[in-house]
């Protein structure tokens, strides 16, 4: 009777874990992400790869973040030019100033303020330039990845499920996988939990 119960206690983990081994496991980095695109009056959802997305798209709750524009990032970047090349300049100076100083302790304390704010501002203006000149790159090595395909800029994201529900819609265009869909909420054939009437409610 011991070893029916052990064996029957073994058979129900043996599942559990085939179970848990069925379930999809998201991907470090999707393939795609996805985002209505063009001008069109109808709505036309385009799959991006990482290369192709640049600057990305405004979320649905966004209407105009300069973040996502090229001519923002570049009015950003160059607005911030100056202060990002003074910034790194002023924490010599403060190293200068604090050691000129010694050892006038009321001097040494005004140098190090001087110091530590020049680090802040360094970090603020030299970094936040840096990090607009590498979106602007990026969103101009994606333009040279998208204009041979006809790819428009993202214009507005949109979740797995949403894209995964337009191509489904529009079949052909992009194969209907789990890889390809890595957040969607409903389940793909093969995995736990599907149900093919799921689809035609979908």
């Known amino acids: 009777m011991a070893a029916e119960e052990t064996k029957a206690a073994t058979t129900s983990l043996t599942d559990r874990k085939l179970v848990t081994t069925d379930k999809p496991k998201h991907p470090a980095l999707p393939k795609y992400r996805y985002a209505t695109g063009g001008w069109s009056k109808e709505t036309v959802i385009y799959a991006y790869t990482a290369e192709e997305w640049g600057l990305g798209s405004h979320s649905a709750r ?4 300069t973040a996502n524009s090229l001519i923002g990032q570049s009015v950003v970047a160059t607005i911030m030019t100056f202060p990002a090349i003074v910034a790194p300049l002023s924490i010599l100076v403060g190293i200068y100033a604090t050691i000129s100083s010694f050892p006038d302790l009321g001097d040494v304390g005004m140098g190090l ?14 970094g936040g330039w840096l990090v607009s000149v590498h979106a602007i790159r990026s969103e101009l090595r994606a333009r040279k990845i998208r204009k041979p395909k006809g790819l428009p800029k993202p214009l507005y994201a949109v979740t797995d499920d949403q894209a995964r529900r337009w191509f489904e ?34």
């Open 62 to 65: 966004e209407s105009g973040n």
């Open 113 to 126: 303020i001087w110091f530590v704010g020049s680090i802040v501002c360094t970090v603020l203006f030299t």
């Open 169 to 202: 819609e529009h079949p052909g265009t992009l194969e209907i996988t789990r890889e390809n869909f890595p957040y969607s909420t409903r389940p793909f054939p093969g995995e736990p939990d599907y149900l093919p009437s799921q689809e035609k409610r979908a």
